[in-house]
């Protein structure tokens, strides 16, 4: 995953794969992945940033890649509550349909995980959106997908996650009596209403920034009183949590989203 010694010939082996293959391309797509890797100093998935590229313009076999790969996710992410072909539109349109005068939501993949594990989180969110009856996510939701780098599941990973879920699960809502009644009521109006920062900012008469402070905030203590009730536990081991508290540090936004859902606060 990491910036190749020369990733001019790398970005012009995965372009010509695409069927780009014009100097201009090449060059403005080298730049937009070197731009990404801050020249090198950031590990990047180069062939997955190259991909996001050749679809945010429009290049034909990359947009059948990027359509095939969220038709491949959202089949296994639906169930009862969303079918496929329906989840799998409303994540493209969420994704590639750029606002007038803007990037589409995909370019703010940053190349720091899996393009695929990027997709999938994006997807769970929206799974989670179709699920609550919401007939738009909260615009900084997607935008936050820039910093997650979970790891595809893998089987082992799968297997893993039902004695893991409990853990977490109880360690969060045992996190959650560390913060005042407001702070409960703004992750609850964050991450189960799906009210913008935006919003929260003109209901507390506050500026935005002051409100995503105060979100950040708040995970920040949820997150120093779960790993603090993890270490407790005497069945799992110090790897465990800090894989544990990765994992929801990664997903914070979901995994709030959900545990707030089941507990009266």
Same mark, same amino acid.
């Given at each position: &995953? ?11 082996? =995965? ?41 945010? =313009? ?15 996710? +959202? ?25 007038? @005068? ?8 940053? @190349? ?21 009856? &919401?007939?738009?996510?909260? %615009? ?21 996650? @039902? ?5 977490? +699960?109880? %360690? ?34 506050? =500026? ?14 949820? &997150?120093?009183? &779960? ?21 929801? %540090? ?16």
């Amino acid at each position: &995953m990491s910036l190749p010694v020369n990733v001019d010939d790398a970005v012009q082996r =995965h372009l010509t794969a695409l069927g780009v293959t014009d100097s201009r391309s090449h060059k403005a797509c080298l730049a937009w992945v070197e731009g990404r890797s801050r020249g090198g100093a950031i590990e990047v998935a180069v062939a997955d940033l190259v991909l996001v590229w050749a679809v945010i =313009h429009g290049h034909a076999a990359a947009l059948v890649e990027i359509d095939e790969l969220i038709e491949s996710l +959202s089949r296994r992410a639906a169930g009862r509550a969303i079918e496929a072909p329906e989840l799998a539109q409303r994540t493209r349109t969420r994704l590639l349909v750029a606002p007038k @005068g803007k990037e589409p939501k995909l370019g703010t993949y940053d @190349g720091r995980g899996k393009l695929k594990s990027w997709l999938w989180t994006a997807i769970k969110l929206e799974l989670l959106q179709a699920t609550r009856g &919401m007939s738009q996510a909260p %615009a900084e939701d997607v935008d936050e997908l820039t910093h997650l780098a979970a790891s595809d599941p893998s089987p082992e990973a799968r297997a893993r996650s @039902g004695k893991d879920t409990k853990f977490v +699960s109880n %360690a969060l809502r045992e996190a959650l009596e560390v913060i005042d009644a407001r702070e409960r009521t703004l992750l609850r109006m964050r991450f189960v209403d799906g009210v913008s920062t935006e919003e929260l900012g003109r209901m507390f008469q506050v =500026h935005r920034t002051t409100a995503q402070r105060w979100i950040e905030a708040a995970q920040a203590k949820i &997150m120093t009183a &779960m790993r603090a009730r993890l270490e407790a536990d005497a069945k799992l081991a110090r790897g465990e949590v800090d894989s544990l508290v990765r994992e929801v %540090a990664q997903s914070i936004s979901l995994r709030l989203s959900q545990v707030l859902q089941k507990v009266k606060l």
